[in-house]
Nanobody, 122 residues
Framework: QVQLVESGGGLVQAGGSLRLSCAAS????????MAWFRQAPGKEREIVAA????????VYADSVKGRFTISRDNAKNTVYLEMNSLKPDDTAVYFC???????????????WGQGTQVTVSS
């Protein structure tokens, strides 16, 4: 069973940048599709980005395309989310997830981290 721990969240001004990390244990990440989701207060959890096992394929939410980049380092068993040009609408708890398909719905993922808060001030 894989365990996921996110880090890197915090408070940043609009236009700023943050880099989230998701460290995995218990299973090699190279066998898993990885994704970042986010959930704002009163809203449903939504896909931010996902990356295939081989890194050949990625998907992004329209709202973050061109600003966010998902990447993975299988040797370090870690997935990253580089977030640039942050907006107040990006404020949410960000979750790392692991699964077996490049899916964009939460139900498609089998393991989740505890989440890290990202707050973007205007």
């Amino acid at each position: 069973q894989v365990q996921l721990v996110e880090s890197g969240g915090g408070l940043v001004q609009a236009g700023g940048s943050l880099r989230l990390s998701c460290a995995a244990s218990g299973r090699a990440l190279s066998s898993l599709t990885m994704a970042w989701f986010r959930q704002a207060p009163g809203k449903e959890r939504e896909i931010v980005a996902a990356i295939s096992r081989s890194t050949e394929s990625t998907v992004y939410a329209d709202s973050v395309k061109g600003r966010f980049t998902i990447s993975r380092d299988n040797a370090k068993n870690t997935v990253y989310l580089e977030m640039n040009s942050l907006k107040p609408d990006d404020t949410a708890v960000y979750f790392c997830a692991a699964g077996f398909g490049l899916l964009t719905v939460p139900g498609g993922y089998l393991a989740w981290g505890q989440g890290t808060q990202v707050t973007v001030s205007s």
